[in-house]
């Protein structure tokens, strides 16, 4: 029997470190859905103004929002200006200026469910501290808030961070404390927010930065905060690579797949019918009588909460080989399923249908169920 060789092959000094371990084999550490900012259902480019637009517009789970900044109006959109190891970045580019009012408070933030953050230990002496990174570029240089709402404590925290050069690429990370005194409620709600500061009034910057988990103060937000986007035409603010993470170091950004940001998108907003091409069949369908038929989705991923729906475009039942126009109505929602029920005139009664778009790009069922 031959003798065993030993094996004296080493292992490198550098090659177990926590960027190198956490890149390869820790996942689901990021708690920001989408901070690659790669998925957009509703579109890739919105025009975004002063009480029109606002809210969900481009980028899945974040939404953006103008307080007391009259008249502004910026587009948002998916950019593919990113910088290395990114596809895409979400930019604002200011298109109409306007003047910054005390009450201003245009934000862009994400807002991560409850039940999701129970690990976090917050109201316990053990609450674990929380990292933020990402890559952020803008024509202005300067202090941007940063600012972090549990909202069933209503308690806060706030940090800001610096752009140093403008038009470039600036990779940033923020540490905060665990709240050890409020904690986060255990359900499908809001439980945490990550608020980006786009332009913001005194009314939130006359304080002293509320840098302790405490009881909110609106003056405390921002304080400090002095780079304002959307006083010019020539602002624009772009990021992408948003990371939350447990712990006080701030890991390689955690990328996942786009099939899996989707699916995680999904549970708060999913959009069925035409899309890529016309015709598409959205479920089957029974008629009932001839002008009313019901049908059912099945909802490819359990969405947080019985969903809002709107309809847009046209959508046809198909019954007996004929096509009938619809007019497409919902009921019985809950987190799995939608109830559809289209009516019109000429069906096939006691018949098998389907239901599906008609020769209509825009023919489609939006599902909300956003926090």
Not at 27 to 34: A, E, G, Q, V
Not at 95 to 102: K, P, V
Not at 150 to 157: D, H, K, L, T, V
């Amino acid at each position: 029997m031959p003798i065993s060789t030993i094996n004296t092959n080493s292992i490198a000094d550098d090659a177990v470190t926590v960027p190198k371990v956490t890149d390869q084999v820790l996942t689901h550490r990021n708690l920001i859905i989408n901070g690659a900012m790669q998925v957009a259902q509703r579109g890739t480019s919105a025009s975004v103004s002063d009480g029109s637009n606002e809210g969900y517009s481009t980028a899945d789970r974040f939404n953006f929002q103008i307080t007391g900044l009259t008249g502004v109006a910026y587009t948002a959109s998916q950019s593919t200006d990113a910088p290395d190891n990114f596809s895409n970045s979400f930019k604002l580019d200011c298109t109409t200026a306007a003047s910054l009012a005390a009450t201003t408070n245009t934000r862009f933030y994400q807002r991560i469910e409850g039940q999701n953050l129970q690990h976090l230990g917050y109201g316990t002496s053990g609450a674990k501290s929380l990292t933020a990174s990402f890559w952020v570029k803008s024509n202005k240089t300067g202090s941007y808030g940063l600012w972090f709402y549990n909202a069933g404590a209503s308690r806060a925290i706030s940090r800001l961070y610096t752009i140093d050069s403008a038009d470039t690429w600036e990779y940033k990370t923020v540490t905060i404390s665990g709240d050890t005194s409020g904690s986060i409620t255990n359900d499908s709600g809001s439980g945490l927010e990550m608020r980006f500061a786009i332009a913001v009034g005194s009314d939130l910057t006359s304080g002293t930065l509320a840098t302790n988990w405490g009881s909110l103060v609106n003056a405390d937000r921002h304080a400090g905060h002095d780079a304002n986007i959307g006083l010019s035409t020539d602002d624009y603010w772009q990021i992408t690579g948003v990371q939350l993470e447990v712990g006080d170091t701030a890991t390689p950004f955690e990328h996942r797949s786009f099939g899996e940001e989707l699916a995680l998108c999904k549970r708060y907003y999913q959009k069925h019918g035409n899309e890529t091409s016309a015709y598409r069949y959205l479920a089957p369908a029974f008629c009932n009588s001839t002008s009313q038929a019901q049908g059912v989705l099945t909802l490819p991923v359990t969405m947080r909460a019985a969903p809002t729906t709107s309809v847009s475009g046209s959508f046809q039942l198909i019954h007996a080989s004929t096509g009938s126009s619809i007019t497409l109505g919902t009921k019985e929602l809950n987190e799995s399923s939608v109830g559809l029920q289209p009516s019109g005139s000429g069906f096939t009664a006691n018949s098998g249908a389907i239901i599906r778009g008609a020769n209509d790009a825009t023919a489609q069922l939006k599902l909300d169920a956003e926090l």
